[in-house]
């Protein structure tokens, strides 16, 4: 087998109740891991493509997220009602989610208007 | 800023002692991550690339594992001497360390001769 032709991040970071920045995984349950995980097994990718966990991806204010490398496609806002819709028309189609991808200006941007001023 | 140029995620995932897999941070601190994370601070990278935490990135025969994207390059058997070679002449340089990667046929793959059989 070749590496894995789409591998999925899905961040799974813990702060505490109230943390300026918020958290990807607020109750611990890596619920969205565990929903990614499923679909790509449902749809018969497990061995083609990996969901895997991730520490703090540093983009917060936007989470829950996800990255999708090696397209390097980000995605923020991310809920277990989305999974399907990455998996069958990113994974699958090719054709990343729009509605759910973060902007240029926001990843990995200190001034990102959505961060907190610390 | 774009999205990382580079991004690594380093395996911090624990087993217990004696799994036939191994795992890739047995004694749990995540001692490869934060050495990664200190050699890309000291090359003032840090706003540029990431090294991340993640969970089993399943090639734990091979362990300690490192993949880099969007490059999709494999590492194994990676150590902390192995930190600054892999930032200076892979993440900097644009030429992976051929001495670490994994081999294809190794990477995602039940029939990989090192992987134990269930």
Redo the contacts between chains.
Sequence with gaps: ????ER?L?VC?NQRPAGHPRGCCDPDGGGTL?KAFKKALAEHGLS?RM?A???????QCEHGPNV?V????V?YGGVTEADVNEIVERHLIGGEPVERLRLA?GC????TCPHRPRS
Tied chains: 1, 2.
């Design positions: 087998m070749a590496p894995f591998h991040f799974t891991h061995r990996r895997n966990k991730s520490g703090c991806l540093d990255v490398y090696p397209d390097g980000w240029h990843i990995n941007t200190a």
